[in-house]
């Protein structure tokens, strides 16, 4: 491959990850407030907390792979931000992290520090982490009678992967 079909590469695949995070931060701005308690099931993590271990398990496996670019992490994986916006900031920090662990180790040429056979992997696995907590949250909210419609969430999260520049 050429350097410019490299960076193509690279770029769409920065843009899935940064996609992905749109979501995640799209599906915690759709939750009801009166909702962000909800837990599945008793000793689940609430809602709140689940979007907390996401944000905490970024900033880990950053800190752990490529601490070149680590940020401070919160106290614990299930600490609570009660404040939406500033719980959507986190994950926007903990996402640009990630983008950074990736960029910096594939431009550089350098290896993860501890996981993964290639800085992608990190990407692949933090999307796939977001997914699977992103189907517990709904499906808590629907055992909690408080299910999304599909045409409401649809184009805020499964449609994001959809649209084209």
Not at 26 to 51: C, K, Q, T, V, Y
Not at 81 to 105: F, G, H, N, Y
Not at 147 to 162: Q, S
């Amino acid at each position: 491959m050429s350097h410019r079909q490299d960076r193509d590469l690279l770029d769409a695949l920065l843009d899935a990850w940064d996609r992905n995070n749109l979501i995640t931060v799209n599906l915690l701005r759709a939750i009801p407030e009166d909702a962000l308690e909800i837990r599945p099931m008793e000793g689940s993590p609430s809602i709140l907390e689940l979007f907390a271990h996401l944000h905490f398990v970024r900033l880990v496996f950053v800190r752990m792979d490529a601490p070149e670019v680590a940020r401070p992490l919160p106290p614990g994986q299930w600490t609570v931000e009660r404040d939406r916006d500033r719980m959507a900031r986190m994950l926007d920090d903990s996402a640009a992290a990630v983008r950074d662990a990736v960029t910096s180790r594939l431009t550089s040429g350098r290896a993860m520090e501890v996981h993964y056979d290639h800085p992608i992997l990190m990407l692949q696995h933090l999307i796939w982490h977001d997914g699977y907590h992103h189907g517990q949250v709904k499906l808590a909210l629907k055992m909690a009678g408080r299910a999304f419609d599909d045409e409401e969430i649809g184009p805020v999260t499964w449609g994001i992967w959809m649209q084209k520049a």
